[in-house]
């Protein structure tokens, strides 16, 4: 089989599916060296350091770069071509001993690089997907998609309330449901609240100095919340990336804002900007009446849960979260939330149009 110098694979990649990546692949098996340009129109809703940073980590053996292509396509018109060319050859300005396509503008493409044409599998016999598909339903092409474009498509949902108002209960109960539909549902992931590890650890660490330290004994210091913070983030954009269109959260960052609160008093920055660099979707509050207070020997707060599902509800609703209350006995509240995150996933991705292409 021959190989080359110097090969081109080039595209949207709106988002980079299974086909881009065996494209690439096949290609990076043929030359000495390859560059995939990314190319992306300012109408696209995914941004281009996205697409750039999703390609370089799933291919760190070869140059990605990026470009902004505002033009739209035309097979047939000589002065688009020459339009694009510009934009290629500035982002790919070295010689291309061959340009790899699934397309039938690959001829062309590779005559204006003065390449060879190398087309691989342009039927998508191996891979029967298409960014055209991936856009049109992400959930229904989620076994063609690479775990960074999982962890950024996931629909992230957060169970949260005050202590002892069943908000382990419930994600857990919604994992198990979506899990139970099957198919790509099956991977759905649950992550569970750091923030309790973490006062588990605390409290074992006291015990092995003073046995018998109880919970009361306690204590927390405003630094300690923005590593709780960030290790939650960690946690769950490592979930995101193995599992379902869908991740059940246990409390998330936003949460750790106002157990400093709790804890601390008053507000910690570091933590709220932690919060708001995580990507949530939908947060669920778990009402505190009808909920039997338990001490499980890490709680002490019974008399703070109205104070704490009003700060909840408050934060949620001053900072523009999309929230649902959840009341009612179990089954009630496993009911209401399943028909809360159906409807969130009923709305979709949201891709807006690449440019139109006449070919």
Excluded at 29 to 50: G, K, N
Aim: aromatic letters at 8%.
């Amino acid at each position: 089989m021959k190989r080359f110098g110097h090969g081109l694979v080039l595209g949207k990649f709106y988002p980079p599916h299974a086909g881009h990546h065996h494209l690439v692949r096949t290609a990076r098996d043929r030359c000495e060296t390859l560059t995939v340009l990314v190319c992306a129109a300012s109408v696209e809703s995914v941004p281009l350091a996205d697409r750039v940073a999703w390609m370089r980590e799933a291919h760190p053996e070869v140059r990605v770069v990026g470009a902004v292509d505002d033009i739209h396509m035309d097979l047939d018109d000589a002065a688009v071509w020459d339009a694009h060319m510009e934009v290629f050859t500035a982002a790919v300005p070295e010689r291309v001993d061959a340009v790899f396509t699934s397309e039938s503008y690959g001829e062309e493409l590779a005559r204006r690089f003065g390449a060879e044409s190398v087309l691989v599998d342009p039927a998508r016999t191996l891979h029967p997907v298409s960014g055209t598909a991936v856009r049109a339903d992400p959930a229904g092409c989620w076994d063609h998609l690479e775990p960074p474009v999982r962890a950024a498509l996931a629909r992230r949902v957060v169970v949260l309330g005050a202590e002892s108002t069943g908000t382990t209960t419930l994600a857990l109960a919604l994992a198990d449901h979506y899990r139970r539909r099957g198919g790509v549902w099956a991977q759905t992931r649950y992550v569970a609240e750091y923030g309790r590890e973490f006062s588990e650890a605390k409290l074992a660490a006291l015990r092995a100095e003073w046995p018998g330290a109880q919970w009361e004994d306690v204590s927390f210091t405003t630094d300690d919340f923005p590593l709780i913070a960030e290790t939650q983030n960690a946690r769950e954009e490592a979930a995101a990336r193995v599992g379902s269109p869908v991740l059940l959260c246990d409390t998330d960052s936003f949460a750790t804002t106002v157990w400093h609160e709790r804890y601390i008093g008053g507000r910690n920055p570091l933590v709220e900007k932690t919060a708001d660099r995580a990507t949530h979707h939908l947060w669920l509050l778990t009402d505190h009446e009808g909920v039997a207070f338990e001490d499980d020997g890490l709680r002490d707060g019974e008399e703070l849960r109205p104070w704490m599902t009003d700060r909840f509800r408050a934060e949620l609703a001053r900072t523009g979260r999309r929230f649902v209350e959840i009341t009612g006995s179990r089954s009630e509240r496993l009911d209401a939330a399943v028909a809360a995150v159906d409807e969130l996933l009923a709305t979709g991705w949201h891709f807006t149009p690449p440019l139109p292409e006449k070919r």
